[in-house]
């Protein structure tokens, strides 16, 4: 049975960094790629990036992410980290991650939900001021 792991999330003020991390069971991570999304109160569920589960470039799909997020890879723990630097209250949503068998990431293809069949069950990331 193919399932995934999300955790990490919780309260952060503004401006400090938070760890979250996706562990997969049933499946290798180093043979697909693992998404993150990311859905607000009211908003659509928005891609933040789609990485390589063997490592390498992550593709980030939101700007206000891309110069303060990294992904990191345990693979002994078949785990993938996404650690997001400088926190604000735009980051607060409900954070996923997703796992397909493919083996790259496009400017497309891997930024939207249908990409990617299989979810993990979010984790909730509270911002203050």
């Known amino acids: 049975d193919v399932q995934l792991q999300a955790s990490g999330g919780g309260l952060v003020q503004a401006g400090r960094s938070l760890v979250m991390s996706c562990t997969a069971s049933?499946?290798?991570?180093?043979?697909?790629?693992i998404g993150w999304f990311r859905q607000a109160p009211g908003k659509e569920r928005e891609a933040i990036l789609c990485a390589r589960g063997r490592g390498g470039e992550a593709t980030i799909y939101v700007k206000s992410v891309r110069d303060r997020s990294t992904i990191s890879t345990d693979r002994l723990k078949n785990t993938i980290y996404l650690r997001m630097d400088n926190l604000s209250a735009e980051d607060a949503a409900v954070y996923f991650c997703?796992?397909?068998?493919?083996?790259?990431?496009?400017?497309?293809?891997?930024?939207?939900?249908?990409?990617?069949?299989?979810w993990g069950q979010g984790t909730l990331v509270t911002v203050s001021s």
């Open positions: 049933g499946f290798n991570l180093g043979d697909g790629v």
């Open positions: 997703a796992a397909d068998s493919r083996d790259w990431c496009g400017v497309v293809v891997g930024s939207r939900p249908g990409d990617y069949p299989t």
